[in-house]
């Protein structure tokens, strides 16, 4: 079984450390004497620490490691999950598959599947999937986010104590620290508010908007966002026979919803009829919003989960798992070693010229990290997104 990239992130005694910190003269569209604007690690360099001058000294500062390779475009899937592929602005499509590294994400060995992007693919929208490309031509995804930025956390809720994960409701989880199992390493939640919240809620499915940080090693993430994607399930209330959401006197609706194995099984407020006309299944389906911690008597609990935007079904059909070896990614590492993958590739794609097709466009779009796209995580239900141009 293949080790994570970030399980536990080192620097090599054999790392050469840059101190310009430019971007290479190899990348087209980049400009060497602009500094990387990448926080934490920047094409060409060897994507684990870099350096800054402080009185004339050198201080390292630590960075992420390398990141995965991405894909940006609109996703398309047959019923059943299989011919799952990504089809770009210019009409090209690439065949994606399921990685290792994304299936086997949780506490409670159930995987965060990647398929579960399919609760996305009605609504028009840009899906970005970071993993790496496989010498069948065939993408690996790890994970997935709507929008076209890769920065973004996407993982399972673990509690740990003293290097044990424990659950939700063990008496000492109140102590345990909060991390997002991701597919490259696990990343710790800082913020106390969001910690808290995911603590009581349990191993709950989430997508964050914006990277981690590297502090003594560990991947941490440090931001409090207002809304994130957390994965769900509706259930029925009253006695209903298939869950339909309540309106409410201001216009929102109110419905169930079972979240991190029922750790939160609850009232959730959907921002509009719009919303509200989604919630006709019992297939999972992602949520946009926040969960409202209780206050008062109810201080401690999680109240109800808000939620402006909600997906389509995921549907219940796994993704075809990766069956090829990967092909090595020529960003990352010194002079010698890109030189190392870039003879490897050509030897791969000398006889493969689909290959070679892929892995240009794959490593075009890897090449360039936007800025978060902060309106995937600002939608609302309503009318699709129009396909781009």
């Keep these: 079984m293949t080790s994570r990239v970030g399980d536990n992130p080192r620097v090599s005694p054999n790392t050469t450390i840059r101190t310009d910190n430019t971007v290479p003269n190899n990348v087209q569209g980049t400009t060497t ?8 690690w920047a094409p060409g360099t060897n994507g684990t620490r870099r350096t800054t001058g402080v009185e004339g000294a050198h201080r390292v500062e630590e960075s992420l490691p390398p990141r995965p390779q991405r894909l940006t475009g609109r996703m398309e899937m047959d019923e059943n999950g299989g011919n799952w592929r990504m089809r770009l602005s210019n009409g090209q499509t690439v065949d994606l598959v399921s990685s290792e590294k994304g299936t086997r994400l949780s506490n409670s060995n159930q995987p965060m599947n990647p398929t ?70 696990d990343v710790e939640i800082r913020d106390p508010q969001l910690a808290e919240k995911f603590r009581l809620a349990g191993p709950l499915g989430v997508i964050l908007p914006g990277d981690p940080k ?63 006309a989604r919630v006709n299944h019992m297939d999972r389906n992602w949520l946009l919003g926040d969960f409202v911690l209780g206050q008062g008597d109810k201080a401690g609990q999680l109240v109800e989960f808000h939620a402006t935007y909600i997906s389509g079904p995921n549907g219940t059909q796994a993704a075809p798992m990766a069956s090829a070896e990967t092909v090595p990614d020529t ?8 030189a190392q993958a870039r003879q490897q590739l050509q030897q791969l794609t000398a006889a493969n010229p689909n290959l070679a097709n892929v892995e240009r466009i794959v490593t075009n779009q890897s090449w360039h990290s936007p800025p978060v796209d902060f309106g995937a995580f600002n939608l609302r239900n309503g009318a699709p997104r129009p396909p781009p141009q």
């Design 214 to 276: 590297m502090e003594n090693g560990k991947l941490v993430y440090d931001a409090a966002p207002t809304q994130y994607f957390a994965l769900g399930r509706p259930q029925t209330m009253n006695g209903q026979s298939t869950p339909a959401p309540i309106k409410n006197d201001d216009g929102t609706y109110t419905t169930q919803h079972a979240m991190a194995y029922h750790g939160f099984n609850g009232r959730t407020v959907l921002a509009d009829e719009n919303a509200a």
């Design 116 to 185: 579960w992007a399919r609760g996305f693919i009605n609504d028009n929208i840009d899906i970005t999937v970071r993993g790496q490309l496989g010498a069948d031509g065939k993408f690996q995804v790890e994970d997935f986010s709507p929008g076209n930025s890769d920065k973004y956390v996407s993982g399972r809720v673990q509690l740990r104590l003293n290097g044990e994960t424990i659950p939700r409701g063990d008496p000492r989880a109140s102590q345990a620290t909060v991390f997002i199992n991701t597919a490259r390493g």
């Design 331 to 338: 960003r990352h590492g010194d002079a010698a070693a890109q």
């Design 33 to 40: 004497s602009q500094p990387a604007t990448n926080t934490g």
